[in-house]
């Protein structure tokens, strides 16, 4: 077994290819295509004790193990390296770019990311490219790439070894955007970060693992999405910045929802209420979200809780948010409804009410 590589260093014009190692006599099992964006995983330390941009002609130093797959490989780095707290609608863009421009080259796709918004950019992702029938699969660290105790080189490994994994038919195992981490694979817009200082960053509390990492990979065959014959890649290459959060608290009052709602060009809104989507009744508050409503604002009430789902008219709290057409969000995460609000009023020639049925309805398995 070995591994070809290539690295491509990404400008916002071209790309630049550098061959770092010969070609394999063998046919590889696999094309892999790398994709590296920025975060803690592709950090090194220099000789002043600074973190630095990782080299990736470098990787195969740092992860030997690579060698030991059969599978061509090719590295695309962005030129400045973006650290995640800075990622944007057009940094998904050009991530949903590369994988359209490269759909027919590679069997597979993985996104080094950093884990802050890993989430978010898995979500949107899983909208951005429609009919997908590859693995795309996000993974980070929480440690540099260098790092003794890193886990960063486990993440890596396990991802590519998913993203290349072929069933008898010679389908991907995987045919959908995921998130790679700490030994489980996870259904991209059903995660969230949950933790900052251990290695289980990342949960899915109403979606179950789509396979879990030990001495082998188990598939949780039954939970993947299936392959659909004949599907088509479509690749939506904008999003609408044209939305808000409002998150309820006790104590919220009509000048904090009024600033949100009262946003100049505001399209979509999500609303993070309480349990399984209660609400205040207080009269002011109900007019103010129909207000919004009745003047083209798109409603989802998303459930400030990790687990269960947003059930609207199972108690009285929520029964008022039901009449005046506010949309439920079932058991969608916070991530997933603002990226897919994003990309939906995106839409070519889509009126309202079809977004609104966009909203309503699983498009990449992101409800249940």
């Given amino acids: 077994m070995s591994v070809t590589l290539n690295l491509k260093l990404l400008t916002l014009s071209n790309y630049r290819e550098i061959k770092i190692d010969t070609a394999s006599p063998n046919v590889p099992q696999a094309s892999i295509l790398l994709i590296y964006t920025g975060g803690t995983m592709g950090m090194v330390t220099n000789e002043n004790g600074a973190l630095i941009p990782f080299n990736f002609e470098l990787i195969l130093e740092h992860i030997p193990s690579l060698k030991t797959f059969d599978l061509h490989l090719t590295v695309i780095a962005f030129d400045d390296p973006i650290d995640s707290s800075n990622i944007n609608p057009s940094h998904w863009a050009m991530m949903g770019e590369i994988i359209h421009d490269h759909y027919d080259s590679y069997d597979g796709f993985v996104i080094l990311h950093g884990t802050d918004t890993m989430a978010y950019t898995a979500s949107a992702l899983s909208f951005m490219l429609e009919g997908l029938s590859k693995p795309v699969i996000l993974t980070g660290a929480q440690l540099p ?16 070894e998913i993203a290349s994994a072929k069933d008898e038919s010679g389908l991907p195992k995987v045919k959908e955007v995921c998130v790679c981490f700490n030994s489980q694979l996870l259904r991209g817009n059903r995660t969230r970060k949950v933790e900052s200082q ?22 949780n065959h039954s939970a993947i999405a299936q392959y659909k014959s004949g599907s088509h890649l479509v690749y939506h290459d904008s999003c609408s910045s044209d939305v808000a959060i409002l998150k309820l608290f006790p104590g919220i009052g009509i000048r904090q929802v009024q600033a949100v709602l009262g946003i100049e060009g505001l399209k979509a809104v999500v609303l993070e209420t309480y349990g399984a989507g209660n609400a205040p009744t207080d009269v002011w508050f109900v007019n103010e979200l129909k207000k919004a409503i009745d003047n083209g604002i798109l409603v989802m009430n998303v459930s400030q809780c990790s687990g269960g789902k947003v059930v609207q008219g199972k108690y009285a709290t929520s029964t008022q948010l039901k009449s005046i057409g506010v949309i439920e969000g079932k058991d969608i995460t916070t991530e997933a409804a603002i990226t897919k609000m994003m990309v939906s009023l995106e839409r070519e020639n889509v009126r309202k009410d079809e977004i609104e049925f966009f909203l309503n309805q699983p498009i990449s398995a992101e409800i249940s």
Avoid: H
Wanted: glycine share 2%.
């Fill in 145 to 160: 790439i260098a790092s003794a105790r890193t886990d960063a080189r486990e993440n890596i490994i396990t991802a590519i």
């Fill in 198 to 219: 251990q290695f289980d960053a990342f949960e899915s509390d109403n979606c179950p693992p789509l396979a879990e990492a030990g001495i082998n990979i188990e598939y």
